[in-house]
């Protein structure tokens, strides 16, 4: 048998993954290489990350085509070390290679569709554990005519939330009757669009559920083949809805949380999240977990196959780990290198428009990439782009990640940059 020195990705490459690869190189003391295997239908991609270095070879399939599938990855499955996978409309078509990769650990077929579809997530969670998930009903467009029936009994507010979205597109608060069913007839109306420019899979269709109140964490771990979770440290969630501002994005993310919790309850908290990942099976990969500490207990929003959006430079900025050489590593079958404590303090912030419209400039990244805690700052939109607000669909308009030692000054920097950063639009 060859030796085995190949790890394969879908769809995309990130930097992170390519430095991740290296590490684990030098570690083993032999050079490994890559495979990155993308779907036909994903392959022309304008914003597909691809890798620039060469590590990694492009290899271009029809993920609804088994015999071209198998005839792909026939070179490549005994050398095969590891597969991974890094973003949510990347994970069901992973679901459609698993079957040809037998000789190596990856989730099953069945977890990482329950991981996708918000329905089948939010069925396997209860019947696990039902205090881990609110009141929820699936809908489809069909269903609006009869939504009244559908939700009767359910506690005012609810959250429309799409089934096989992330990013918290398209979630939407409706606070009473009339309200879920206008809602719902705007979701229906632009979700077809949104599913088919992210190209995600799958039939668009929404949860309604009720209303969770609390406040929102996150976190990411690390599952074994065998079923051993590990827990990374928690991340402080604020969502734009919790500052009275449209959508329910993560308007800024915040690891360490600045405000301490009682040990038991960042206990219970890893307690609900490994329950939520064994309820959906998940194994051999990383899962993020978002969920909301409520006054009854801890509830999960979802769970993810996957590293956590940012989460990479946020646990390396603020606990020294390298989070992508982990996820390979667990993947592999070994221990991933576990954080101590805090090296730093270190935030994530999305930035949408205050109003919807056309972009006519965005001022003021420049003067704020200066700023002493900037990791990265990005623009993904410029002038004539829409902006829109995420629950009308829209993406942020600007990101970044900063960094301070000082928590203090991380938190004016942050305000800082959200003074300078202007969207005009016209």
């Keep these: 048998m060859q030796d085995r020195d190949t790890i394969l990705t879908i769809n995309v490459v990130e930097p992170a993954l390519v430095r991740a690869v290296n590490m684990h190189s030098k570690a083993m003391g032999k050079d490994l290489k890559g495979v990155v295997l993308v779907h036909s239908g994903y392959a022309d991609h304008p914003n597909r990350p691809k890798d620039t270095t060469g590590l990694f070879k492009e290899v271009i399939s029809d993920f609804d085509k088994p015999d071209e599938l ?164 928690l991340v402080r969630v604020v969502t734009a809805h919790f500052l009275g501002l449209p959508g329910f994005y993560g308007y800024h993310r915040i690891a360490p949380v600045p405000t301490e919790l009682p040990q038991k309850e960042v206990e219970a908290a890893f307690a609900a999240a490994k329950a939520a990942i064994r309820a959906l099976n998940l194994s051999a990969t990383t899962a993020h977990v978002e969920l909301f500490h409520t006054p009854h207990g801890w509830k999960i929003i979802e769970v993810a196959a996957r590293i956590g959006g940012y989460r990479d430079i946020l646990y390396r900025e603020a606990y020294g780990i390298e989070h992508f050489y982990n996820d390979l590593a667990v993947r592999m079958g070994m221990k991933p290198k576990m954080p101590g404590k805090p090296i730093g303090n270190a935030a994530v912030l999305n930035i949408y428009a205050e109003k919807e419209g056309f972009i006519e400039s965005i001022e003021g990244l420049d003067e704020a990439r200066q700023l002493d805690s900037v990791v990265f700052l990005e623009e993904h939109a410029g002038p004539g782009d829409v902006a829109l607000f995420a629950s009308n669909g829209g993406d942020l308009i600007v990101d970044g990640i900063l960094s301070n030692k000082d928590p203090k000054q991380l938190q004016n920097d942050l305000a800082r940059v959200r003074k300078l950063v202007k969207i005009n639009l016209r």
């Design 70 to 233: 198998q005839s792909a990855l026939k070179p490549y499955a005994d050398r095969l070390l590891a597969v991974t996978c890094r973003y949510e409309e990347a994970i069901q078509p992973f679901g459609k290679v698993i079957p040809f990769l037998p000789y190596i650990n990856t989730p099953s077929e069945s977890a990482l569709k329950w991981s996708t579809e918000k329905p089948l997530m939010r069925d396997r969670l209860k019947n696990y554990d039902p205090s881990l998930v609110p009141k929820y009903q699936y809908v489809e467009e069909k269903d609006i005519p009869r939504v009244r029936s559908l939700v009767e009994g359910f506690a005012f507010p609810v959250i429309i939330k799409p089934s096989g979205l992330s990013k918290a597109l398209l979630v939407s608060l409706c606070k009473n009757e009339d309200e879920l069913e206008d809602r719902l007839l705007h979701t229906f109306e632009v979700i077809h669009d949104v599913y088919a420019r992210d190209q995600y899979p799958g039939k668009p269709a929404v949860l309604v559920e009720e209303m969770m109140q609390g406040d929102m964490y996150s976190v990411d771990a690390y599952v074994t083949k065998e079923g051993e979770i590990s827990c990374l440290p």
